[in-house]
């Protein structure tokens, strides 16, 4: 899947996503009101990745209800990304985002660039499982609950998500970041700091995945730097059963969805596995893999 806010905006890119060898695609994240986002500059390419503040910019339910039926008919599996202020905010653009027609949706409980009681929320457990529980009581669609890296136990807010009743969990949205102009002597963002993406990230998210295999039942969608299929395979080893690529996009254009699954079925061929779900966390076991087997993981 792209990664949410990635290529998410119109339904004509998100069908060229799918074009391009997504198995489904996931919305910018749609909040209860249109939103014009931060001023400019929101994207700045930094060493291995992007740190970006777009803050949020999007059409609004109401207006991307439409959007949804148009995907729909264009025969794409669309999972849609979505926020809210407050608890009721977050059931209500639920309720209205399943009405449409979305496949799933998926809860962003994590976006690092605008004020707490909108994008902080995945830093609190007990508001983590509430959310959840009020989402869940509106839909009962698959629910994603993407949580952040920025915060000090993921293992516990993931798994309020899971108490919550969500159905998998994407692990993780942007790591906050910043960066300066040493000849403006400023923060150039304009909203100062922003999230950081890209291969930069993908250490710290591999170890988010890795934390939250470790602690729930439920499935985990991996995100964060991954560019090539040797990316994707550390992904799923370490717990991950599908994954979002977002950043790869800029560096490598639309073309990378297809090369990361042909290098995910390469790898399988090559050290005989013949279903994904035989390589989720395989990782985990480490202790008891012997060296022959750990070699031939290696140098695929
Ligand atoms: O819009 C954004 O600034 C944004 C969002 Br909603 C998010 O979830 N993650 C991110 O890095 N940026």
């Not at 690092?112 to 959310?131: C, F, R, S, T």
């Not at 934390?211 to 499935?219: D, L, R, S, T």
Request: net charge negative.
């Amino acid at each position: 899947m792209n990664a949410a806010g990635v290529l998410g905006m119109t339904p004509d890119i998100l069908k060229r996503v799918y074009d391009s060898g997504a198995g489904a695609v996931i919305s910018k994240s749609i909040g209860p009101e249109p939103r014009r986002g931060h001023p400019n500059p929101t994207l700045v390419r930094v060493e291995c990745g992007a740190l970006n503040a777009m803050g949020l910019p999007n059409p609004g339910v109401e207006y991307f209800v439409e959007e949804i039926q148009e995907i729909k008919k264009m025969g794409v599996p669309i999972i849609a990304s979505f926020f809210g202020g407050s608890t009721q905010e977050f059931a209500d653009v639920a309720y209205k985002l399943s009405r449409a027609g979305a496949d799933a949706l998926e809860l962003n409980a994590s976006c690092p660039n605008v004020a707490e009681e909108l994008g902080m929320l995945a830093a609190d457990a007990a508001n983590v499982e509430k959310v959840t529980a009020a989402v869940r009581d509106e839909t009962k669609l698959p629910l994603f609950v993407k949580l952040s890296p920025n915060v000090t136990n993921i293992k516990s807010i993931a798994v309020a998500a899971e108490w919550g009743g969500a159905d998998a969990i994407t692990a993780v949205n942007t790591s906050k970041g910043i960066a300066i102009d040493i000849n403006l002597r400023r923060p150039i963002l304009a909203n100062v700091t922003g999230g950081l993406s890209g291969p930069a990230v993908k250490p710290v998210s591999l170890r988010c995945v890795w934390e939250v295999a470790q602690a729930v039942k439920i499935p985990v969608i991996g995100c964060g730097g991954i560019t090539t299929g040797r990316d994707a395979i550390e992904y799923i080893l370490a717990g991950a059963s599908a994954l979002e690529v977002g950043t790869a996009v800029m560096t490598h254009g639309l073309d990378v969805y297809k090369e990361i699954a042909d290098g995910i079925t390469c790898y399988m061929e090559n050290n005989g596995f013949t279903s994904i779900s035989e390589m989720v966390g395989l990782a985990h076991d480490y202790e008891n893999i012997g060296v022959d087997n750990a070699c031939l993981g290696m140098t695929k």
